[in-house]
């Protein structure tokens, strides 16, 4: 899957493997809509919904794995000031 690919690489920062992610669970939601299309929204949401858990699991564990988001959360970053 390619959420599991992108987590692989080395040297990905937040914010680039979480636009990854995103882009991949919009592509499946899209895929899913399209498939569903004049069903019930609930059945529609029904499907979304493990993809929205497992995104948010996703991205929860990048953050737990990027230093710089860990260093932003904990407010030990450095600013600079010109």
């Known amino acids: ?3 599991d690919e992108a987590a692989g690489e080395e040297g990905t920062d ?3 493997l979480g636009s990854q992610l995103l882009s991949a669970y919009q592509e499946q939601q899209g895929r899913i809509e ?3 299309q004049g069903k019930a929204q609930s059945s529609i949401t029904r499907k979304l ?3 929205r858990t497992r ?4 991205l929860l564990r990048v953050i737990k794995e990027d230093k710089d988001v860990q260093r932003a959360r904990s407010g030990k ?3 600079l000031t010109m």
């Open 1 to 3: 899957m390619a959420q």
């Open 14 to 16: 937040f914010l680039t």
């Open 34 to 36: 399209d498939e569903m």
């Open 49 to 51: 919904t493990p993809l």
């Open 55 to 58: 995104l948010r699991e996703d």
């Open 77 to 79: 970053v450095c600013t």
